[in-house]
């Protein structure tokens, strides 16, 4: 089974900061995923990667599979940012797989 | 398209009472996916289906928990008797192989 760390457990920035979380894993994958979690409970998957780097708006991506490493970046933070990120990669590392799941980063950005 | 639909969104039960829970997934998608959430344990896989077949079910806690996929537009997980430790949001996800997961609004469970 994969298993998954996430850091920081918790991260309060200031409007406009530059954001970084990070995650590890411990088994090969063939891609991993970054999720993020609203305080209504709901969640949206952010991002699937398997190489390289993705960016949509202010959110970035990268994964470095040799060192089995990926991160998540929000540019330019705002309150709305606010959530809980969680990193989450295939279970037993194959590509059609149930998710194992890192403990998530509460994200907390004030005006 | 409406997303994954699951219901109900809220269950309060007794303890040793029957729960089930019912998602639709996507349409399309082939992929059905059991999670569920606590505080303790975070997200947790508990089964998961392809082409409405059980591919893996390592992470059904015991026997108390079963899930079934009649077909592609249905499935329940059912706990029978339900107990305090089994409280939490059970969520559902579907997906397209090697795609993006597409997670329900999850149903917070609630055991007296």
């Known amino acids: 089974k994969n298993e998954v760390e996430q850091s920081p457990q918790n991260l309060t920035a200031q409007e406009g900061e530059f954001i970084t979380i990070n995650c590890s894993y411990s088994v090969g994958i063939s891609a991993l995923h970054w999720l993020q979690q609203h305080p209504g409970g709901g969640i949206v998957s952010l991002f699937m990667l398997s190489s390289g780097k993705k960016k949509h708006g202010r959110l970035i991506a990268t994964i470095n599979i040799q060192e089995k490493h990926s991160s998540l970046h929000i540019t330019a933070s705002h309150p709305r940012d606010s959530a809980v990120y969680i990193c989450a990669v295939p279970y037993s590392g194959g590509g059609a797989d149930g998710l194992t799941f890192g403990k998530g980063t509460h994200l907390i950005i004030q005006p | 398209d409406a997303g994954v639909i699951q219901s109900p969104r809220h269950e309060v039960t007794e303890m040793g009472q029957e729960v089930t829970l019912r998602c639709k997934p996507i349409?399309?998608?082939?992929?059905l996916f059991w999670y569920r959430q606590t505080m303790m344990r975070g997200l947790e896989l508990l089964i998961y289906f392809n082409n409405n077949v059980p591919i893996d079910d390592s992470g059904m806690p015991e026997d108390r928990f079963s899930a079934k996929m009649p077909n592609a537009s249905f499935s329940t997980l059912k706990i029978q008797p339900s107990e305090p430790r089994d409280s939490a949001v059970y969520f559902c996800?579907?997906?397209?192989?090697?795609?993006?997961?597409?997670f329900g609004p999850g149903t917070r469970l609630l055991v007296l």
């Open positions: 996800a579907s997906s397209r192989v090697v795609e993006t997961q597409y």
């Open positions: 349409s399309g998608h082939d992929y």
